[in-house]
Nanobody
Framework: QVQVVESGGGLVQPGGSLRLSCAAS????????MRWYRQAPGKERELVAS???????GYTDSAKGRFTISRDNAKNTAYLQMISLSPEDTAVYSC???????????????WGQGTQVTVSS
């Protein structure tokens, strides 16, 4: 069984920083691209950042310069370092990992439950 679990969310003041983690665990063959999404109240979910197994990254415009995605392939974990946070960054942050569970299955995205990030004074 494959699990994806996010952690690291919380309450932070404007201008503050947080580091989120996304860990894949269980029985699987490989982890490909890992993506961070966020969904603010009343808004659609948006892709924030992504990283493939080779370390190539991509960011949405709102994340560029403030967020950094990285990963530790040995730990099957991706991180999202966020700085200069503003109230507009308040959202549930979720991770999706493209995982191939076995030789007989194709890769598919597994999602975590999400972690709340609240930026407020």
């Amino acid at each position: 069984q494959v699990q994806v679990v996010e952690s690291g969310g919380g309450l932070v003041q404007p201008g503050g920083s947080l580091r989120l983690s996304c860990a894949a665990s269980g029985s699987f063959l490989s982890v490909g691209v890992m993506r961070w999404y966020r969904q603010a109240p009343g808004k659609e979910r948006e892709l924030v950042a992504s990283i493939n197994s080779g370390g190539s990254t991509g960011y949405t415009d709102s994340a560029k310069g403030r967020f950094t995605i990285s990963r530790d392939n040995a730990k099957n974990t991706a991180y999202l370092q966020m700085i200069s946070l503003s109230p507009e960054d308040t959202a549930v942050y979720s991770c999706a990992a493209l995982i191939r569970a076995s030789l007989s299955t194709a890769s598919e995205y597994y999602w975590g439950q999400g972690t709340q990030v609240t930026v407020s004074s």
